[in-house]
């Protein structure tokens, strides 16, 4: 059984940074593409960044050149770093494990970008 557990989510303001944090249970991480998802209220969550296990990352339109995703696989780990954050970041954000035929998802972290 997979086990996705993130942090780093908080209150910033408009400009500020946050670094998300994703801690992946589980064998052979290094083989499996990670995403960070996420989803404001009363709208449906969409893709912010991915990375594949070979580190070949893709980007949402939205946040290309203020976040950027990486991952650590000796330590099971995959990032979010978010700057320059607006209030429309302001969403729970979701890490995601995808296996090809299942994809694991964490409990999610709430970012919140507001003066």
């Known amino acids: 059984q997979v086990q996705l557990v993130e942090s780093g989510g908080g209150l910033v303001q408009p400009g500020g940074s946050l670094r998300l944090s994703c801690a992946a249970t589980?064998?052979?991480?290094?083989?499996?593409?990670m995403a960070w998802y996420r989803q404001a209220p009363g709208k449906q969550r969409e893709l912010v960044a991915g990375?594949?296990?070979?580190?070949?990352?893709n980007y949402d339109d939205s946040v290309k050149g203020r976040f950027a995703i990486s991952r650590d696989n000796a330590k099971n780990t995959v990032y979010l770093q978010m700057n320059s954050l607006k209030p429309e970041d302001t969403a729970v954000y979701y890490c995601?494990?995808?296996?090809?035929?299942?994809?694991?998802w964490g409990q999610g972290t709430q970012v919140t970008v507001s003066s």
């Open positions: 995601s494990q995808d296996r090809g035929s299942l994809r694991y």
């Open positions: 990375i594949t296990g070979g580190g070949r990352t």
């Open positions: 589980g064998s052979r991480f290094i083989i499996y593409d």
